[in-house]
Each structure stands twice: as C-alpha cells, then as structure tokens.
C-alpha cells in the first residue's frame, strides 16, 4: 500500500509547522524521515496517521484520503506515536486486547492476533508482566505490538528506538526490518546510523520544508558534488602546486590526520589522481597518502539543515 502526500501544510496559531511538502512511499518501502528538533516530523506523522488535520494539502493511500476515509486510513494504519504513550497500570494482555477492540478487530480474533503479536514482537518471557514492571526495550516492543495489532498495511513509527540501550536498539531495528518486508514503513529518528541501516529511503525535513530526498548513497552524493581526497604529501609549495591543477576545486589543511596532510576537493565528474601522482613525480615530492573521502550521512544532514536555516 502506497503513501502519496500532496502540498501538505500545518499552521498552529501563527507557526507552520509543515510548509507544502510532497512525497511518495512505495508499496514495500521503508522510508527513513529525519530533520533536526522541531522541523515537522510528528506533525506529519500526525497528518498521514489521522491523529490531526492538515490546514492545507492532501494525504492519500492507495486513494483512501484522509479528509474523506479517515475511517479506513486508520484501519490500514499502525501507528507507534512519540514517546510511546502507554497504560502503565495495564498488563501487557489487556492493554493488546484493549487496542484490538480499538481497532475494531473481532472479539473471536482477537487472542490469536495477541498470541501473534506476542510472538512477532518477541514479548513472550514478558508477556505475564504489568506494563510498569516492563525495561524501555520491551515497552517498545509493547508499543509496536500495539500498532501492528490490526494487521495494518502501513506503519508510521515515531522515533521507535528513543531511550534503548544500543543491545535493544539493534533488536527493534531488526524487528522493524522484518516487518517492513511485508509492510510499508515510515519512522523518524534522529539517529542517522539506524536511519541508514534500516530504511532504503531518506526524506530529509527541515523547518517544515523538504530539503532532500533519496537513498542515503545518492544524497551522499548529491550533497558532496565534490569528490574529497586526503593527501600526506612531503614537499614544498604542495598547496599551491595542488591548487594549480585543473580539475582542483579546493586545498584544505587535514593536520588531525598527520603533518603534510590535505584534503583535495574534485571538481565534479573529474578524477585528480593521475595529475597528483605526475606533479608529485615532477617536483620530486613524496606521496606517503592519497586516498579518496566520502561524506558521511552526517555531513549530508548538516549541509542540508543548516542550509535550510538560511532559507
Ligand atoms: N500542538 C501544537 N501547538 C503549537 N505548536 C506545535 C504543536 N505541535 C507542534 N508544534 C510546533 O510545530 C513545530 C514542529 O513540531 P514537530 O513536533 O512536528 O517537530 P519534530 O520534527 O517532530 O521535532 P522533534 O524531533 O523535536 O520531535 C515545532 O516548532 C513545534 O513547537
């Protein structure tokens, strides 16, 4: 089931919070959706989930809209909101039973999809326990259990890793990684590593604004427009000699990575090694380095979002 949101927009008094963004997330699809605090996540994950309206714009699955099906939207979604609000005082049984009825799944079908959702989300040794006695990792997994309940074709997931330790954070990522075989996924995080692990997709929000859409290789790409080397040239005159040569953009001390360390930035669709070696070669330099940089996810999210600011 696809997800196709169109020019939305959300004003809250006098903040827009999401300003006109368009997107699409395939059927099968994980999509990673990051942006720094307050750029417009949950709100959008709000929209698409139901929870709120959009001031302007359209979201659609597979052509049940939001404005006049919200009944079946919310049947086709699970939804795993910020924070993970949960009944402490409930036991994991009846807070499942509890957000089944909910979901409007049968009374008769309800314990086999508990007894499923207990073993998908890994809850059995737990699954005796008030939600209060439970770790952050098994309250997560009590939160997806949640949203997956109704056997939903779309999940939206809203920082599901938040709080967990990095054993539990590689086991949820894994379960959201199984799920999204079979299911559509959308999840924020503001872990980039786990966005990159986990999603074929990244949609990149900032200050309510898309600012980048792709997988993470292509916005590697995409944002750098330069391939970077590091150089650790002996030598004199090296930056100058360097700067010289056509397809240099530009020569940047890299002293944290030994003395006579550079990096070069290439012009786009240009390859410096072959020149280097030849004017290293001429000048009787010595190349003790030369080995190509490339920007990590990181970098592209910096780029990106600080640019935005300036917008
Ligand atoms: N109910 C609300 N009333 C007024 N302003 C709101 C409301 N909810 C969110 N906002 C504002 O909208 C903007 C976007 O908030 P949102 O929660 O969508 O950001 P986010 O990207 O999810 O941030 P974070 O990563 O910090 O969770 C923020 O400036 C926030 O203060």
Not at 75 to 85: F, T, V
Not at 297 to 310: A, G, H, M
């Amino acid at each position: 089931m696809s997800i196709t949101v169109e020019n939305l927009t959300k004003i809250y008094g006098s903040q827009k919070a999401v300003d006109d963004i368009s997107f699409q997330v395939k059927t099968g699809e994980i999509l990673g959706f990051l942006g720094p605090n307050g750029a417009g996540k949950s709100t959008t994950m709000k929209i698409i989930s139901c929870f709120i309206s959009p001031t302007k714009g359209s979201v659609q699955l597979d052509g049940f809209d939001i404005n006049k099906h919200s009944e079946e939207v919310r049947r086709r979604i699970g939804y795993l909101p910020e924070n993970n609000p949960l009944y402490t005082d409930m036991s994991i049984f009846d807070y499942l039973h509890m957000s089944a009825a909910l979901q409007n799944v049968s009374e008769k079908e309800i314990p086999d999809r508990i007894k499923q959702m207990v073993d998908v989300c890994g809850l059995g040794p737990e699954c005796h326990k008030n939600i209060n006695e439970l770790s952050k990792g098994f309250r997560q997994r009590v939160g997806l259990a949640q949203a997956l309940i109704h056997d939903p074709d779309v999940l939206i997931l809203d920082e599901p890793t938040t709080g967990l330790d990095p054993n539990q954070i590689v086991e949820i990522r894994s379960l959201i990684k199984e799920i999204g075989k079979e299911k559509t996924v959308m999840l924020s995080s503001h872990i980039l590593k786990e966005v990159e692990a986990t999603c074929d997709r990244i949609l990149i929000i900032s200050k309510g604004k898309l600012v980048a859409d792709g997988s993470t290789e292509e916005l590697k790409a995409r944002s750098s427009g330069t391939n970077r080397l590091l150089l650790q040239i002996e030598g004199e005159g090296v930056k100058e000699g360097l700067l010289a040569l056509d397809s240099v953009a530009q020569v940047t001390p890299a002293d944290e990575h030994g003395k006579g360390s550079w990096f070069v930035d290439i012009k786009t669709g240009r390859d410096s090694r072959k020149e280097i070696f030849r004017l290293c070669v001429d000048r009787d330099w010595v190349l003790l380095q030369l080995t190509p940089m490339q920007s990590s996810l990181e970098d592209v999210f910096r780029k990106l979002t600080i640019q935005s600011e300036d917008l």
